[in-house]
């Protein structure tokens, strides 16, 4: 069974501090995700990371892809309570469309 | 709002009752999923359609039937329900290409069920 295991599953925090989420798994995935869902809503797609050892930066927000496709990480510089949520990462293994959600770490940004 | 719409966005209902679900998208998608959401476990993945057919039944109880009429519209029936199956019950839709396993994935807001 493949697993996405996050870290930490919560964290709160200040406004303007960095912080970073992780994402790992046993298993190699040809792609990876990251979704931010808020409160009564589904989760919306940030990114997708496709090749190893990949960065892509979003405004504050950087992502990296492990350059054995099977960890990723999340850092937030200068976190703003709009970051506030719930950060899912998800990966797809090779050729399918079934993709394997992580357990998710919770988000709050103090003001 | 992301194209993709679900009904009704909260419902109640008894063991013996028999509800179902509703998602539409407008995003001229051509694979549509249901996913569950609970509290304590990820984000699991139920069933997929591509092109209106079902290509993926993630081992999903007979209690929860899905059904695709056309590629903008995806049901589950539901039927016979345990308590432990309250959630937030989630629809995505993607392009539903056969060339990316990196397709995005568009959500509904979800409705969260709870039974009785």
């Known amino acids: 069974t493949q697993l996405l295991e996050q870290s930490p599953q919560f964290l709160s925090i200040q406004e303007g501090e960095n912080l970073t989420v992780y994402c790992n798994s046993s298993?190699?995935?040809?792609?990876l995700q990251w979704y931010r869902q808020e409160p009564g809503e589904g989760p919306v797609l940030l990114v997708t990371?496709?090749?190893?050892?990949e960065v892509k930066k979003l405004k504050r927000l950087t992502f990296q892809f492990g350059d054995a496709r099977k960890d990723s990480s999340l850092h937030i510089t200068a976190a703003q309570p709009g970051d506030t949520g719930l950060y899912l990462c998800?990966?797809?293994?090779?050729?399918?469309?079934?993709?394997?959600f992580g357990t998710g770490t919770r988000l709050k940004v103090l003001a | 709002e992301t194209g993709v719409t679900q009904t009704p966005r909260h419902l109640v209902m008894g063991m013996t009752n028999k509800k179902s679900l509703k998602c539409e998208q407008h995003?001229?998608?051509?694979?549509m999923y249901w996913y569950k959401q609970s509290a304590k476990k990820p984000l699991e993945l139920m069933f997929v359609?591509?092109?209106?057919?079902?290509?993926e039944n993630n081992s999903v109880p007979s209690r929860f039937s899905p059904e695709c009429p056309n590629s903008s519209h995806l049901f589950l029936h539901l039927h016979t329900l345990q308590p432990e199956d309250s959630a937030l019950y989630l629809c995505?839709?993607?392009?539903?290409?056969?060339?990316?396993?990196?397709?995005?994935?568009?959500f509904g807001p979800g409705t969260r069920l709870l039974v009785l």
């Open positions: 990371v496709v090749t190893g050892g």
């Open positions: 995003l001229g998608h051509n694979a």
């Open positions: 998800a990966g797809a293994p090779g050729g399918t469309y079934k993709y394997i």
């Open positions: 298993s190699v995935f040809s792609s």
């Open positions: 359609y591509n092109f209106k057919e079902q290509t």
């Open positions: 995505a839709s993607s392009q539903g290409s056969q060339a990316s396993d990196s397709e995005t994935q568009y």
